[in-house]
């Protein structure tokens, strides 16, 4: 029998030295069954200020288990004004490459936002899996080249879904299931929106 529950994680979104913008994502239950296999689960991101690019570094600050094995950013008009997206650094043990299987979210990302607009950009950790994949402790950077766009756009946008939605899979939870997660606004959130939004997490076990 698998049972389908949902959680929202919190944004926290300051604006920081050397230019960078920092979220803090800290799991809250939301309509959750058990929400045991998520707690402690936290994904920082950081939008830095390079210069010529924004760097986006993801972090699994996790004190339980839980590794991120693919990362998604949505097509939108925000983030097609950008020069391109690719991988820039990352901490030992990880190894990531350009593209995922699935190409994008499961369709049930509809419900966290709107309907899905294809993936622009996507990466995966490579085999075997999820041991490459970012886990507690460890951590990989993006290079985002702004384009059309700018620097200081761009950490706008990464915490305003309404632009642009970051997407990801986390598997190897500590009771074995997996979480799907997108960054959205949710019910019961609204004063952390006003400081960057909130993560909902779709989370499935057999």
């Not at 529950?5 to 920092?22: F, Q």
């Not at 699994?60 to 991988?87: C, H, K, M, R």
């Amino acid at each position: 029998m698998r049972r389908t529950s949902c959680i929202a994680l919190g944004t926290l979104a300051t604006v920081g030295l050397a230019s960078a913008t920092h979220a803090d994502i800290v799991a809250t239950p939301f309509n959750m069954e058990d929400a045991s296999s998520v707690a402690g689960l936290t994904i920082r991101l950081d939008v830095i200020d390079q210069g010529s690019f924004a760097q986006l570094v993801i972090s699994n600050d996790s004190a339980t288990a839980g590794v991120l094995t693919t990362l998604y950013i949505e097509n939108t008009p925000t983030s097609q004004l950008w020069g391109g997206v690719s991988l820039h650094d990352w901490s030992s043990g990880v190894s990531f490459s350009n593209g995922a299987t699935p190409a994008n979210p499961p369709g049930s990302i509809a419900d966290f936002g709107g309907p899905w607009g294809g993936s622009l950009y996507a990466f995966a950790a490579n085999n075997p899996k999820p041991s490459n994949g970012i886990g507690p402790g460890e951590w990989l950077s993006l290079k985002i080249d702004p384009g059309a766009s700018s620097v200081a756009a761009i950490q706008a946008a990464y915490t305003d879904p309404s632009a642009v939605r970051f997407a990801g899979h986390v598997q190897a939870l500590a009771d074995g299931s997996s979480a799907w997660i997108v960054t959205v606004p949710t019910p019961g959130t609204a004063a952390l929106l006003a400081l960057g939004g909130a993560l909902a997490i779709r989370r499935r076990r057999a």
